[in-house]
């Protein structure tokens, strides 16, 4: 089966819509037509009647030149003679009426004859409802001209009255039968011109629309070329958009590898943390987060940082910082926390020239030194808290309001130390800020510090790995499940410090038992 085509739809259309107008078309133009040339010619036989009826007075006024003076006998046998001999178009005759309506000579009227038409007016019915006409009024008031009814003899005719005498008027008549069938004729030639017309305007109004579609097709085709070609130059900006994506990927995760290498590995925090969790979240592949983790001595160092932005930019911050924290640690072998903190101030301010670019780039960070042998945890931290589970309760330990890196390097150590007693501090938290700023929950607000601290406190008596837990699942809870995007990096370190209390303390230094990562 053979579909027609959306252009062959159309054509069809065309086609049949332009038959119909031009056949309403016709229609209409035919009443009118028929209405238009019979109103002329009954209004043309009016005319002809008239012309005749004057002429023929004409001819009575040359030929008596005083009517009025004439016996009645002598106009009688003229007007008489005139009726007879008279013969109009459209089997047309003249009669003669007196003043008071008595028709006084009519073709083969009898002699000494009279017909009074006021009498038989009842015959006649005036086709425009208007008035019945009453001839001794009309002709008392002068000339008149109608188109009368006959409907018992099935007879109409148009009469135009014109006055002879005083007395006397001359009336002319033309039968409407024979004025229709002139009209008849003229309507058909009327008729054929207007169906020469309606199949030229049809015709024409085909051709123009046929003419508009091909342009439209035209115009249409010339749309679709360049939508083609506008695809096809989408098509290969998206190929190399997709390569350029994969090649920046491919980049990033490069990076990311680099990354994982500097930073802490998960050997050495299974090595150096018996009993830890480590979530590690970044918002884009690489991180602005990071934890550090190394021995200087007998003295156990962990720090978390959090780096100006995140992804690529962040991810730099972070080598940088990580790369001052191994110069000032390992080379420099320097454990007190305040003193690491004014040293990698001052060495990220140099490596980023802050003191002339003025840039805000910085590092928040937290440092905490293990010291079993002196039995102290040392912290100190540069806009970056500490949580501390100290006999059940966790406790914010307050940061020195100063970051590390984006302003003017300071002389003197402006950072504190915190000192406590190993063995009475029982869990360490260590977080970026990530996880405390997250948007979510049913008002799209922030977690906020609060809400962290209360949910640390629920989860202390919990073993590693069931606080890990906790704390992903309340993430996901608080994002519904990553319908709100995440808003920054995440980075939470805990570690356990029971195995490190020393002899003095409640138990020993333990080899290491339970440990998770993300």
Not at 107 to 128: K, S, V, Y
Not at 185 to 208: D, E, M, P, Y
Request: glycine content about 6%; hydrophobic content about 40%; charged content about 20%.
């Amino acid at each position: 089966m053979v579909r027609s085509t959306p252009r062959k739809k159309l054509q069809r259309l065309l086609t049949g819509g332009t038959f119909l107008v031009a056949l309403v078309g016709f229609v209409l133009f035919s009443y009118v037509a028929q209405r238009f040339v019979y109103q002329n010619t009954l209004s043309q036989a009016i005319q002809d009647n008239r012309k005749m009826g004057e002429a023929m007075v004409q001819l009575f006024e040359a030929r008596f030149e005083n009517m009025d003076l004439l016996p009645d006998s002598v106009l009688l046998q003229n007007f008489q003679t005139t009726c007879d001999n008279i013969d109009l178009p459209n089997s047309g005759f003249v009669c003669f009426v007196q003043a008071n309506g008595d028709m006084v000579a009519s073709p083969g009227l009898p002699p000494n004859t009279r017909f009074n038409l006021n009498e038989a007016q009842a015959q006649f019915i005036n086709l425009d409802r208007d008035s019945r006409k009453n001839y001794s009024q009309a002709i008392q008031q002068g000339d008149f001209e109608g188109y009368y009814e006959y409907p018992e003899d099935a007879y109409s005719d148009i009469v135009v009255a014109i006055p002879i005498t005083s007395e006397y008027h001359l009336m002319v008549h033309q039968n409407n039968a024979g004025l229709q069938a002139t009209a008849g004729q003229n309507l058909s030639t009327f008729l054929l011109l207007g169906l020469i017309g309606a199949v030229l305007c049809g015709g024409l109004v085909f051709w123009l629309s046929r003419l508009i579609v091909t342009s439209y097709e035209n115009e249409l085709e010339l749309k679709n070329d360049n939508m083609h070609a506008a695809l096809q130059e989408i098509e290969a900006k998206n190929e190399f958009i997709s390569a350029q994506q994969t090649e920046i990927t491919d980049s990033i995760r490069y990076a990311q590898r680099i990354q994982e290498s500097v930073m802490a590995q998960t050997h050495e925090l299974d090595q150096l943390l018996p009993s830890y969790f480590l979530i590690d979240r970044p918002k884009d592949v690489v991180s602005g987060d990071f934890c550090w983790v190394g021995t200087l001595e007998s003295k156990l160092i962990v720090a978390v940082g959090d780096c100006t932005g995140h992804g690529v930019p962040g991810a730099f911050m972070s080598l940088i910082a990580n790369s001052w924290l191994e110069r000032i640690i390992n080379t420099e072998k320097i454990s007190d926390p305040s003193v690491i903190l004014e040293k990698l101030h001052r060495g990220i301010c140099a490596t980023l020239k802050q003191d002339s670019t003025q840039r805000p780039d910085g590092v928040d960070i937290a440092i905490t030194v293990l010291d079993p042998e002196a039995n102290s945890l040392t912290f100190s931290g540069a806009m970056s808290p500490v949580y501390l589970l100290i006999e059940g309760e966790i406790q914010e330990i307050a940061t020195t309001k100063k970051p590390i890196g984006g302003s003017t390097i300071q002389d003197g150590a402006t950072y504190k130390n915190h000192i406590y007693p190993l063995n009475e501090v029982e869990t360490v938290y260590l977080s970026s800020d990530g996880y405390q700023d997250q948007f979510g929950g049913d008002q799209g607000r922030k977690y906020l510090k609060k809400n962290f601290r209360t949910l640390l406190q629920e989860i202390s008596e919990l073993s590693a790995k069931e606080q890990k837990q906790r704390l992903q699942d309340s993430y996901e809870a608080w994002t519904q499940n990553g319908a709100v995007a995440q808003v920054d990096d995440i980075l939470i370190l805990s570690f356990s410090l029971k195995p490190f209390w020393n002899r003095s303390g409640q138990q020993q230094i333990s080899q290491p038992s339970e440990a998770t990562r993300s």
